[in-house]
């Protein structure tokens, strides 16, 4: 297309699959149409100059708590946040009220959030005893990510912590199916080591053995099915060295979270805010899991936004929810990780567009190229800010990050096209879509 794009934004610094430079790039229909030299023709211009243009960056791990659950967040809100932070597409949990278990929750989910949640959106199927057989056919609906198993107990009710019930979902399914990977059976052995009023015993009880000897058994029954699986929240630094030898079968994911937090401080600082499941462990564990990023063993970086109200945070361990808010803070927690050089910017984008784009299968998103949706995260890497509870969107209010000052943070969101954050404020109505996937498209 040699002129009339619908928009130009010029002189940033483009990152994509061949690295990085300073390159303008066009939009016409939703679509990136042009990279490089694209000429002056279009209806909008934005000036670019010393910022950085992404891959728009997806969250393949936030709880949006809708429907049920609404007094800490819905789909509005936390996409707001999401698109605030320059995240633009988040794939959604399925422990809601009533939970994403069935064709009509997940069909109820797409109507819920189709032009009304900011970002571009999909949504993970649960699996129960009770759907097993179903999950084959819907994991391939419309607004699907993919299937996801509780293997040890979180928030809401979905459970399935034994062998026989593990092998029977693989044997459903053929897409990925996602983990929550810790030891049943161990938790309830241990329940017993909770201090009443100290949440720095929640990492003893739901201790690092749990999460290894519940992904050992996860990747054996992979194995003897035949099937990909996706270990969500990482946390320890066996359970990355055992994953290491598995990547055949097994992708995974961190959360910034685990990255950046660690035991016994956390829970000094923060008490129950800091309490997660799997929990924040100690240095030598994150320390682990940042080797494993380091040597590509990790796939995504997913931020497990999952929101509580103060009040439910409040009560005293271990009667308080697990959770944190962290979609809208992944973007400047992670550059600011980038500017400590932790990691590099290609890493970053390797992690949070091209990963999950890869690992779900994704369908024209995780890229900056001619033909892909023009799906972008704007970032200024040398902008410092301090990370408020006034800035989070969330309806819980709050993060664990009050009070951090960043390098590094998100200016504008781009989704398919639309402006939608730009400079703090949002500039467009919400539009988001359902994201569509490789193995679940429609026929022709």
């Known amino acids: 297309m040699a002129g009339g794009y619908d928009l130009i934004l010029k002189g940033g610094t483009v990152v994509n699959q061949d690295g990085e430079g300073v390159r303008d790039l066009a939009i016409s229909g939703g679509k990136i149409a042009a990279i490089g030299d694209v000429g002056t023709s279009a209806a909008e ?139 049943e059976y161990r938790l309830r052995e241990r329940m017993h080591l909770r201090v009443e009023g100290d949440p720095s015993s929640h990492p003893v009880w739901r201790d690092a053995q749990a999460a290894l000897l519940c992904t050992q058994r996860l990747i054996r029954l992979a194995r003897e099915t035949g099937k990909r699986v996706h270990v969500l929240h990482v946390t320890t630094k066996e359970e990355a060295e055992f994953l290491a030898e598995h990547k055949d079968v097994a992708s995974c994911e961190a959360t910034p979270a685990h990255l950046t937090l660690a035991a016994p401080d956390c829970y000094a600082r923060l008490g129950t805010l800091a309490q997660l499941n799997p929990p924040i462990r100690d240095a030598s564990h994150r320390d682990g899991v940042w080797r494993a990023l380091a040597q590509g063993v990790i796939d995504t970086v997913g931020s497990d936004h999952s929101p509580h109200t103060r009040e439910e945070k409040a009560h005293p361990y271990p009667k308080t929810h697990s959770g944190m808010t962290g979609v809208q803070t992944l973007v400047p927690i992670m550059l600011d990780h980038v500017n400590a050089r932790r990691l590099t910017l290609a890493r970053f984008v390797d992690l949070t567009s091209a990963g999950p784009a890869r690992v779900y299968g994704m369908s024209g998103k995780g890229r900056t190229a001619a033909g892909f949706d023009a799906d972008l995260t704007v970032v200024d890497l040398k902008r410092r800010e301090t990370i408020t509870d006034r800035w989070i969107a969330s309806r819980s209010g709050w993060t664990p990050y009050h009070g951090v000052t960043v390098t590094g943070w998100p200016v504008g969101t781009f989704v398919r096209g639309h402006r939608v954050m730009w400079q703090g404020e949002l500039v467009t109505p919400s539009r988001g879509e359902a994201v569509k996937f490789q193995e679940a498209l429609p026929a022709a």
Do not use: W
């Not at 900011?118 to 419309?142: I, K, M, S, W």
């Open 45 to 183: 211009t934005i000036d670019c100059r010393g910022l950085h243009i992404l891959p728009g960056v997806i969250d393949s791990h936030v709880h949006f708590r809708e429907p049920g659950l609404t007094h800490k967040e819905d789909l509005e809100a936390g996409s707001r946040g999401a698109v605030l932070g320059g995240v633009t597409a988040a794939f959604e949990m399925p422990n809601t009220d009533p939970t994403t278990t069935d064709a009509a929750a997940l069909a109820d989910k797409v109507k819920r959030g189709h032009h009304r949640m900011h970002c571009d959106f999909a949504f993970y199927v649960g699996a129960t005893r009770e759907n097993t057989r179903q999950l084959g056919e819907l994991e391939r609906l419309p607004g699907a990510c993919g299937v996801k198993v509780f293997m040890g107990s979180s928030t809401g009710s979905l459970l399935i912590e034994d062998d026989e019930g593990v092998r029977d979902v693989l044997k459903a399914i053929r897409r990925r199916a996602s983990f929550h990977s810790e030891d």
